[in-house]
């Protein structure tokens, strides 16, 4: 227009996403060797002798790492890397509308699409013998090689949940090495923003933002083994992720932030000042802040020992309810802010007072999501494990010199 009071913006972008650190040494057999031994009769006099190894249940030693158990002596690189394996792949699209409804205030609508392929996927290497040789090329694990196991836990209203993960079937055993390649699931991302930004005129100003988005895996994996760990979604009958909610998880299992996974569809915030009296030597401003959003996910998940498949030879979490099926309490929360700027000859001093979560909520913001956790009286799943902090006051003062 005339009085260019709209801006249009729009691009696209391809890149390369970065491999993690951890590849670089993905067939290195001098890294750690470990043994890992279980299933004991041992009653607690504190030692533990060849013999109270239970046979049967999983050869001794249960798993191995980087070595040949049978010839301590002979390192091992079970891993495998393709030929053709690349870094992901990440297209993405950006369009924007900016329109200036005044000089001082300004509108906007942001459009997002990202879709990511090639992701890097670990399947399994096998042998057709019920005893592993070292010395034998080893096979890429396919779905007829695993059988289903199994279990049940207590939900926090009581009922109980069957989980399920699978095992190798017999005949089928493994040196716990991996085939690393691109897999074929995608993840697409696509989001919504509406912005405005009034500028400080007539006294005050204001700000805020909504945004609405969804991600998710648009495409089916052909994953061998279709165990369902932590965050990685739920599946459908062809054991893929296809529709299921991308997971961002801060801790996976562990640290503060242990059950605390990223995704919220919808979240906004709004925030201004308003200069009450400013031409008066007793006027002061006043401003709020208003920011919520919906409620992170809590997949729920079970941790077990699979000693057939294990390659770290510990246990590993299976999830076994959908990503989106438990939401936390969707989250608003105000502040505020009162100060006064005084002004003398040589330095300007400002005094204020903000309060952080006026009205006192208490959203929770963290609930367990393991399941038969020993610390609380809910067997873990649902136990809440962070809450909003209380209403906090906080008082300050800020000198400025010329």
């Known amino acids: 227009g005339k009085d260019r009071s709209t801006l249009l913006r729009a691009s696209y972008s391809r890149f390369a996403d970065q491999l993690p650190s951890a590849f670089a040494a993905f067939k290195n057999p001098l890294g750690t060797i470990s043994y890992y031994y279980a299933y004991t009769t041992n009653h607690g006099d504190g030692n533990v002798t060849p013999g109270q190894i239970v046979p049967g249940v999983c050869p ?3 798993y191995s790492g980087n070595v040949n158990p049978a010839n301590p002596s002979q390192l091992l690189q079970p891993n495998l890397i393709a030929g053709n394996f690349n870094a992901p792949i990440t297209n993405e699209f950006l369009v924007s509308a900016e329109h200036a409804l005044l000089p001082e205030f300004v509108v906007g609508f942001n459009l997002t699409y990202r879709r ?4 890097e996927q670990e399947d399994l290497l096998v042998q057709d013998s019920s005893t592993f040789n070292p ?3 080893s ?11 199994t279990g049940s836990v207590e939900l926090p209203d009581g009922s109980h949940q069957a989980v399920t993960w699978y095992a190798l079937r017999p005949g089928i055993s493994t040196g716990k090495g991996l085939f690393l390649h691109n897999g074929d699931y995608e993840t697409t991302f696509k989001g919504a923003s509406l912005t405005f930004n009034k500028r400080l005129s007539n006294r005050w100003m204001m700000r805020g933002n909504f945004s609405y988005n969804d991600w998710y895996y648009n495409k089916a994996g052909d994953r061998p083994d279709p165990t369902i760990l932590e965050a990685g979604g739920t599946t459908d009958g062809n054991y ?7 997971l961002q998880g801060s801790g996976n299992g562990s640290g503060s932030k242990a059950w605390v996974y990223v995704n919220s569809k919808w979240s906004f915030s709004v925030n201004g000042m308003y200069q009450i009296a400013p031409d008066r030597p007793w006027g002061f401003n006043v401003a709020a802040n ?17 000693p057939s498949t294990t390659t770290t030879g510990g246990p590993v979490q299976v999830q076994f309810t959908p990503s989106d099926a438990n939401r936390l309490d969707n989250i608003v929360d105000f502040d505020g802010r009162l100060e006064k700027e005084l002004t003398f000859q040589d330095f300007g ?3 204020g007072v903000d309060c952080f979560n006026l009205f006192n909520e208490a959203f929770i913001l963290q609930r367990d999501a393991r399941a038969r956790a020993a610390f609380s009286n809910t067997n873990g799943t649902g136990f809440i494990n962070e809450t909003l902090s209380p209403r906090i006051f906080r008082f300050g003062a800020r000198l400025s010199f010329k």
């Open 349 to 351: 001093l400002t005094l």
């Open 139 to 149: 096979r890429v694990s396919v779905r007829s090689d695993y059988v289903p196991v």
């Open 290 to 306: 208003l920011t919520g959003r919906q409620g992170y996910p809590t997949p729920y998940y079970d941790q077990v020992t699979i």
């Open 60 to 62: 001794a030693p249960c």
């Open 240 to 246: 893929v992720r296809q529709g299921d909610l991308v």
């Open 135 to 137: 010395n034998a090329p």
């Open 116 to 119: 990511a392929t090639g992701l």
